[in-house]
């Protein structure tokens, strides 16, 4: 495809457009686990966009952290307004390669929900607590809140989302089986709700959750610069030394000169963003002409993903990555408080399995409700979904109730 063809699909794209035969289109979805009438007013992919909005879940993204924990200051981001920049990148992604936008951002939506407090460290404590029970992955806990945790429908448990969404929340990284999967052993409860209802786990997603899946890496690697230069733990002399953030930092200069370093931050981040979007649907575009698919079904079963970046960008994302892992994620100062962070959920499931009481009757009922077995898994599962479903906030003012201890984070 030659380069002014690919500018004019861009630009084509930013408009409404007639969707793509090979996009998801709610009037043939696959339809809901529990039957319902169908919305007088809203698409299927709508309505699904809608619950996940409403539920609890959602809400709770507020007060749950994604690199920098909340009483740190009040700008960084949380897991709520990361998974609104992952909607809205999301979004812009899908209508420009002519995709069911709603679909998308349902799924950007709802793709964090199974995120614990304390970000990836309380995933980490979790996952440790729960070898014996099968572990924990934040993945299939979203799977578990959509489909068995909400409690906000008489007439079933979880948002009883459509097929579409269920499925592109499970495989947006990709396959969980076959010759394409990158994963380990499927999660035994994505692998037992897949036996229920069948999410084709070694195909792959549709183009409405491959937006979503790197609409999510688009955000982060902005946003955590931003955040970082604003917590002073990494610099733009460093930023200028990556490929992409040393050219863009460059033009930001040239245009710029004398800028203050808030407005230099949001300008390179501007830009950033802007660059990573235009290569993914420019690659998308390429890669959708030279395979031409029919329809969602050949997109399914295709052997690549196609909304990713171009070999070039890949490259500059891995470095981009590799910088703020180093220099962001494994900074001394952050790990202090997820060394501490981590502790608190593991003496928080400790207390739980020993003293049920302290749990809410609601979550009391539920394990006496489920509990099965002598090994103590159900209770260990339950313990984790309330646990996981914590805020920072929650789990700091639990912990200090129950072990009477002052803890600070920041």
Not at 4 to 10: R, S, T, Y
Not at 83 to 99: F, G, M
Not at 220 to 226: P, Q
Not at 239 to 252: A, F, I, N, P
């Amino acid at each position: 495809m030659k380069e002014a063809g690919q500018k004019n699909k861009i630009i084509l794209g930013c408009a409404y457009a007639a969707r793509a035969p090979f996009a998801a289109n709610p009037e043939k979805s696959r339809g809901r686990l529990f039957a319902e009438p169908a919305s007088r007013t809203r698409s299927a992919f709508q309505r699904d966009r809608d619950r996940v909005i409403h539920a609890n879940a959602f809400r709770r993204l507020k007060h749950k952290t994604q690199v920098f924990i909340a009483e740190e200051g009040d700008h960084y981001r949380t897991r709520l307004t990361h998974t609104i920049e992952v909607s809205q990148i999301a979004r812009a992604l899908a209508r420009s390669l002519r995709l069911d936008e709603d679909l998308a951002e349902a799924i950007a939506l709802a793709h964090d929900f199974g995120h614990t407090p304390f970000g990836h460290t309380g995933e980490d404590a979790l996952n440790l607590v729960m070898q014996p029970f099968g572990g924990f992955d934040h993945n299939a806990q979203t799977l578990r809140i959509v489909t068995l945790l909400e409690h906000r429908y008489a007439a079933f448990d979880g948002l009883n989302l459509t097929w579409e969404s269920l499925e592109g929340l499970v495989k947006h990284n990709g396959p969980l089986a076959g010759r394409h999967s990158k994963a380990g052993a499927v999660n035994p409860y994505i692998a037992a709700f897949n036996a229920k209802w069948d999410l084709h786990l070694a195909d792959f997603a549709g183009l409405e959750a491959q937006c979503a899946a790197i609409a999510d890496d688009i955000a982060y690697n902005a946003h955590d610069i931003d955040d970082g230069l604003r917590a002073g733990l990494i610099n733009f002399a460093q930023l200028d030394r990556l490929e992409l953030t040393g050219r863009l930092g460059r033009q930001v200069r040239q245009l710029y000169p004398g800028l203050d370093a808030p407005r230099r931050s949001y300008e390179l981040v501007r830009r950033q963003i802007t660059g990573m979007v235009e290569d993914v649907i420019e690659e998308a575009c390429r890669r959708l002409e030279e395979a031409a698919p029919p329809d969602i079904e050949a997109i399914y079963k295709a052997s690549q993903p196609f909304v990713v970046f171009s070999a070039v960008m890949a490259a500059q994302e891995k470095e981009l990555k590799s910088f703020l892992y180093k220099n962001l994620y494994h900074n001394e100062r952050l790990l202090a408080g997820r060394a501490q962070a981590e502790n608190i959920l593991k003496d928080l499931f400790a207390y739980y399995m020993e003293n049920l009481q302290a749990l809410p009757k609601e979550w009391q009922n539920r394990i006496i409700a489920e509990q099965k077995d002598d090994a103590g898994s159900s209770r260990a599962r339950i313990i984790a979904d309330f646990i996981a479903g914590m805020t920072d906030n929650y789990a700091l003012n639990s912990y200090e109730s129950l072990f009477d201890r002052k803890v600070n984070l920041a």
